[in-house]
T-cell receptor, first 114, second 109 residues
C-alpha cells in the first residue's frame, strides 16, 4: 500500500460545513495527489503537490483547497461542502525514477454530503 | 473533454477465457500508459504499464498491446479467473495521469 493512510475513511457531513481530509505517507515521496472517483468518470485529479508548500490545481479543483506543510501530510479541504462533492476521495503518491512514473493509491475516503 | 476513452463499460467472461479492454487517447504527447485494477472498497492498484516505444508488454497473464499510429492501447487478460473480477482503469500521462472511465469485469466460475 506504499505506506499511505487516509483519514477519516468515512464521513457524513451537511451541506455548507467545512471538511478536511488527510493523507499521510511514511516513505518521503515528493509528489502527492488528490483524486475523486465518481461512477462513469474514472478518477479525476483535484490538486497535487510537488513539495512542501508547492501545490497546483488539477482538472476539478473548484471548491477544493489543499495544504502541505510537511512532506508526509497532504490535506484536502472543502471550504463549504456541497452535495456535488459526495464522492470517494483517493490520495496517491508518485515514485519518480529514470524508468517509471508510477503512482500508488491510498485506501480512499468515502464522503457523503447531505 | 475526455482525453482517454475506455470500453466496454462492463464485461462478463467465462473462467479460462480472454478478457479484452480497450482504450483510445487523443493527446499524442502522452508518454506513459498504465493500467490499474481496483477491488470494491480498495484503492486502485497499478497492474502493468507501457511506454510508447514498445508495441507489447506482458506480465504473467496480463498483456498490454499498444498501437501508436491508431492512438489505442488494450489490456488482455489470458485464462481469466474469478479472482480477476474487479474494475479496470486505463490511464495516460504526460505529466499527470488522465484516467479512462473504467471497465467492470466479471469472470464467471
Amino acid at each position: 500500500d506504499a505506506g499511505i493512510t487516509q483519514s477519516p475513511r468515512h464521513k457524513v457531513t451537511e451541506t455548507g460545513t467545512p471538511v478536511t481530509l488527510r493523507c499521510h505517507q511514511t516513505e518521503n515521496h515528493r509528489y502527492m495527489y488528490w483524486y475523486r472517483q465518481d461512477p462513469g468518470h474514472g478518477l479525476r485529479l483535484i490538486h497535487y503537490s510537488y513539495g512542501v508548500k508547492d501545490t497546483d490545481k488539477g482538472e476539478v479543483s473548484d471548491g477544493y483547497s489543499v495544504s502541505r506543510s510537511k512532506t508526509e501530510d497532504f490535506l484536502l479541504t472543502l471550504e463549504s461542502a456541497t452535495s456535488s462533492q459526495t464522492s470517494v476521495y483517493f490520495c496517491a503518491i508518485k515514485e519518480v525514477d529514470l524508468s517509471s512514473y508510477e503512482q500508488y493509491f491510498g485506501p480512499g475516503t468515502r464522503l457523503t454530503v447531505t | 473533454q475526455q482525453q482517454v476513452k475506455q470500453s466496454p463499460q462492463s464485461l462478463i467472461v467465462q473462467k479460462g477465457g480472454i478478457s479484452i479492454i480497450n482504450c483510445a487517447y487523443e493527446n499524442t504527447a502522452f508518454d506513459y500508459f498504465p493500467w490499474y485494477q481496483q477491488f470494491p472498497g480498495k484503492g486502485p492498484a497499478l497492474l502493468i504499464a507501457i511506454r510508447p516505444d514498445v508495441s507489447e508488454k506482458k506480465e504473467g497473464r496480463f498483456t498490454i498491446s499498444f498501437n501508436k499510429s491508431a492512438k489505442q492501447f488494450s489490456l488482455h487478460i489470458m485464462d481469466s479467473q474469478p479472482g480477476d473480477s474487479a474494475t479496470y482503469f486505463c490511464a495516460a500521462s504526460v505529466r499527470q495521469l488522465t484516467f479512462g472511465s473504467g471497465t467492470q469485469l466479471t469472470v464467471l466460475p
